[in-house]
């Protein structure tokens, strides 16, 4: 049964479901300075039915939860590759897009005073850039190649698939050094005792980002490309 319920404070949900932030900030909920409020009260003031808003909310969780539930190591070739896709890919497409405006307002607001935020934002464009190329060309490209390679592995696509692992592998190494230097100036994602709402969450939702990637990371090293070297 969730935790999350009409009479928690909006900035209470938001630490505990950092996605619901986008949520709130479509329905023009404050979660940040005024977020010291119940899921009802919130809801209530700005005219909305605060049952539809805690279904939203709900249906963010179980979406998470579903996730977090599956074992990606036990799947089928096929079935890892659509899963990595459709869970890592697809999820940084979308998340990116999302974050990147909090990312840039907390620098905005605080990089004068704290450099380290301004390098944050540096770090986050970065990453940003390089995992969607990565991702394109795997999709595109690399993932195809590994599935048929998998399916006949003949010296011809050993020969066209090994160059691209090795890269693909560096460039996880180079997205790791990034997320490595992000936790270090972060101090392991602890926000100042006086930073505002939005300050706490870019914080929550970057640690969540690295979390992510590094499972990503993990399945395609450790698993699918594994998969590929025993077929060698």
Same mark, same amino acid.
């Given at each position: 049964?969730?935790?999350?319920?009409?009479?928690?404070?909006?900035?209470?949900?938001?630490?505990?479901?950092?996605?619901? +932030?986008?949520?709130?900030?479509?329905?023009?909920?404050?979660?940040?300075?005024?977020?010291?409020?119940?899921?009802?009260? +919130? +809801?209530?003031?700005?005219?909305? =039915?605060?049952?539809?808003?805690?279904?939203?909310?709900?249906?963010?969780?179980?979406?998470?939860?579903?996730?977090?539930?599956?074992?990606?190591?036990?799947?089928?070739?096929?079935?890892?590759?659509?899963?990595?896709?459709?869970?890592?890919? +697809?999820?940084?497409?979308?998340?990116?897009? *999302?974050?990147?405006?909090?990312?840039?307002?907390?620098?905005?607001?605080?990089?004068?005073?704290? $450099?380290? *935020? *301004?390098?944050?934002?540096?770090?986050?464009? @970065?990453?940003?850039?390089?995992?969607?190329?990565?991702?394109?060309?795997?999709?595109?490209?690399?993932?195809?190649?590994? @599935?048929?390679?998998?399916?006949?592995?003949?010296?011809?696509?050993?020969?066209?698939?090994? $160059?691209?692992?090795?890269?693909?592998?560096?460039?996880?190494?180079?997205?790791?050094? @990034?997320?490595?230097?992000?936790?270090?100036?972060?101090?392991?994602?602890?926000?100042?005792?006086?930073?505002?709402?939005?300050?706490?969450?870019?914080?929550?939702? @970057?640690?969540?980002?690295?979390? =992510?990637?590094?499972?990503?990371?993990?399945?395609?090293?450790?698993?699918?490309?594994?998969?590929?070297?025993?077929?060698?």
């Amino acid at each position: 049964m969730s935790q999350i319920t009409l009479d928690l404070n909006v900035s209470e949900i938001v630490t505990m479901l950092p996605q619901s +932030a986008d949520l709130f900030r479509n329905l023009r909920i404050d979660y940040c300075c005024g977020g010291k409020i119940s899921l009802k009260e +919130a +809801a209530e003031q700005r005219g909305l =039915d605060p049952h539809n808003v805690l279904t939203d909310v709900h249906e963010i969780e179980k979406k998470k939860e579903l996730h977090q539930q599956m074992e990606p190591s036990d799947f089928g070739d096929k079935t890892l590759v659509t899963y990595i896709q459709e869970k890592y890919h +697809a999820g940084l497409r979308e998340e990116l897009p *999302l974050l990147a405006p909090y990312v840039t307002k907390v620098a905005r607001v605080h990089g004068d005073t704290q $450099p380290h *935020l *301004l390098r944050i934002q540096e770090i986050f464009k @970065l990453l940003r850039a390089e995992l969607i190329d990565h991702t394109d060309d795997e999709d595109q490209n690399v993932f195809p190649l590994i @599935l048929e390679f998998l399916e006949n592995p003949t010296a011809e696509l050993k020969e066209q698939l090994e $160059p691209h692992v090795t890269e693909l592998e560096n460039e996880h190494d180079s997205a790791g050094r @990034l997320l490595h230097e992000l936790r270090e100036i972060t101090n392991n994602f602890t926000p100042p005792k006086e930073a505002c709402g939005t300050y706490r969450l870019v914080y929550a939702r @970057l640690e969540e980002f690295e979390k =992510d990637t590094f499972t990503h990371v993990h399945l395609e090293n450790n698993v699918l490309f594994e998969r590929v070297q025993k077929a060698m």
